[in-house]
């Protein structure tokens, strides 16, 4: 199975040197490229664009890389390609798949392709029928135990493991917070930070740089998350068509 890749760039010669390296790499497919970071958005965000994979530039007018990353993480996998090394720190906060520095070599290209395929050949498939629990495999040696996804109210990040927070209980495991996200469905798990990942039927409110659980549960909102969270949140927003 071949992935679908789509490039967004605002300088078209760095859009042919990867549409090159795309063509004459096997196991992955251009599914378009753009040059301006707004229609990227747009056309990600309806599924005009359906990408396993983008490459996009960080340094763009009217939308860095860096915004536009955090509005379609949960849409696509990002590598990034820039000139820029000194943004690599910024860009792990919206968990990029790779960072690339131009002039991109073939050779660097394609480490990156490889490094994509196999993560996204070991992710979780959402196809059949949904499941609406998951087993787990807890601190004890040996012991898994169920947990129904809706009960989840918080997914933390602990160093090599995350922290499946419920009601009146919190189970440890042995996981990335990535692949708690990609195992989750997307419809009700959002990234709220680099370290948090909440069930959006369980926010109470949000206030400032905070979101509220229904339990009490104060949630910090990171920066790069802010767009795409408020996104989600807006679908829902009851608003007035009357004119102020």
């Not at 071949?2 to 042919?16: K, M, T």
């Not at 040059?35 to 005009?48: C, H, M, Y």
């Not at 536009?68 to 798949?97: C, E, R």
């Not at 959002?190 to 659980?213: D, P, Q």
């Given at each position: 199975?071949?992935?679908?890749?789509?490039?967004?760039?605002n300088e078209?010669?760095?859009?042919?040197?990867?549409?090159?390296?795309?063509?004459?790499?096997?196991?992955?497919?251009?599914a378009?490229?753009?040059?301006?970071?707004?229609?990227?958005?747009?056309?990600?965000?309806?599924?005009?664009?359906?990408?396993?994979?983008?490459?996009?530039?960080?340094?763009?007018?009217q939308?860095s890389?860096?915004?536009?990353g955090?509005?379609?993480?949960?849409?696509t996998?990002?590598?990034?390609?820039?000139a820029?090394?000194?943004?690599?720190?910024?860009?792990?906060?919206?968990?990029v798949?790779?960072y690339?520095?131009?002039?991109i070599?073939?050779q660097r290209?394609?480490?990156?392709?490889q490094?994509?395929?196999?993560l996204?050949?070991?992710?979780?498939s959402?196809?059949?029928?949904?499941?609406?629990?998951?087993?787990?495999?807890?601190?004890?040696?040996?012991?898994?135990?169920?947990?129904?996804i809706?009960?989840?109210?918080?997914?933390?990040?602990?160093?090599?493991?995350?922290?499946?927070?419920?009601?009146?209980?919190?189970?440890?495991?042995?996981?990335t917070?990535?692949?708690?996200e990609?195992?989750?469905?997307?419809?009700?798990?959002?990234?709220?930070?680099?370290s948090?990942?909440?069930?959006l039927?369980?926010?109470?409110?949000?206030?400032?740089s905070?979101v509220?659980?229904?339990?009490?549960?104060?949630?910090?909102?990171?920066?790069?998350?802010?767009?795409?969270?408020?996104?989600?949140?807006?679908?829902?927003?009851l608003?007035?068509?009357?004119?102020?």
């Amino acid at each position: 199975m071949s992935l679908h890749c789509y490039i967004i760039d605002n300088e078209d010669h760095a859009i042919e040197l990867l549409t090159k390296h795309v063509n004459k790499t096997p196991g992955i497919e251009l599914a378009g490229t753009e040059t301006d970071p707004l229609v990227a958005w747009q056309k990600i965000s309806t599924g005009e664009i359906k990408a396993d994979i983008t490459f996009m530039d960080i340094e763009m007018p009217q939308l860095s890389g860096l915004e536009l990353g955090a509005l379609i993480q949960t849409h696509t996998h990002i590598i990034f390609t820039t000139a820029y090394p000194n943004f690599a720190l910024q860009s792990f906060d919206i968990n990029v798949m790779d960072y690339l520095v131009k002039p991109i070599t073939y050779q660097r290209f394609l480490k990156a392709v490889q490094k994509a395929q196999e993560l996204i050949s070991s992710t979780p498939s959402h196809s059949g029928p949904e499941m609406d629990y998951i087993f787990v495999q807890t601190e004890i040696k040996g012991k898994k135990i169920k947990i129904k996804i809706d009960d989840i109210f918080l997914v933390e990040s602990a160093q090599n493991y995350v922290r499946i927070i419920l009601k009146d209980q919190n189970h440890l495991t042995y996981i990335t917070l990535k692949e708690m996200e990609n195992t989750l469905p997307p419809a009700l798990f959002v990234r709220v930070h680099r370290s948090f990942l909440i069930n959006l039927n369980k926010v109470e409110s949000v206030e400032g740089s905070v979101v509220h659980l229904v339990d009490g549960t104060p949630v910090a909102l990171g920066q790069g998350y802010k767009k795409d969270f408020s996104h989600r949140i807006d679908e829902h927003l009851l608003k007035s068509k009357r004119q102020a």
